[in-house]
């Protein structure tokens, strides 16, 4: 079974780069079952797909915020990562990662990292 789990700062202030990574465990990143996604939650709001990252390094942004959205890999340590460059205080979210295969099958999520943006 497929394990994440988030790890970043909690908290950021405005206009800064918010970086998270998301470490796999029980599963390789590397492989082309999964799309490796970052989606968030604001405070009284639903969830909202940031992006996903396949196995061999495509990516697929959501219009939101793409144009200050990055998503990477590194597979020597099995990772994927979250940098989103200008936060503003729009941005304070639970930001998730997860496993969701490409076609039927289960998904897995981490437990979710709070990130709270104030100067």
């Known amino acids: 079974q497929v394990q994440l789990q988030e790890s970043g700062p909690g908290l950021v202030k405005p206009s800064q780069t918010l970086s998270l990574t998301c470490t796999v465990s029980?599963?390789?990143?590397?492989?082309?079952?999964?799309?490796w996604i970052w989606i968030r939650q604001p405070p009284g709001k639903g969830l909202e797909y940031m992006g996903a990252i396949s196995y061999d390094g495509t990516t697929y942004y959501s219009p939101v915020r793409k144009s200050h959205t990055a998503i990477s890999t590194d597979t020597s340590k099995n990772q994927f990562s979250l940098q989103l460059r200008s936060v503003t205080t729009e941005d304070p979210a639970v930001y998730y990662c997860?496993?969701?295969?490409?076609?039927?099958?289960?998904?897995?999520w981490g437990p979710g990292t709070q990130v709270t943006v104030s100067s």
């Open positions: 029980g599963g390789s990143i590397t492989t082309s079952y999964y799309a």
């Open positions: 997860a496993s969701v295969p490409w076609v039927a099958g289960a998904q897995y």
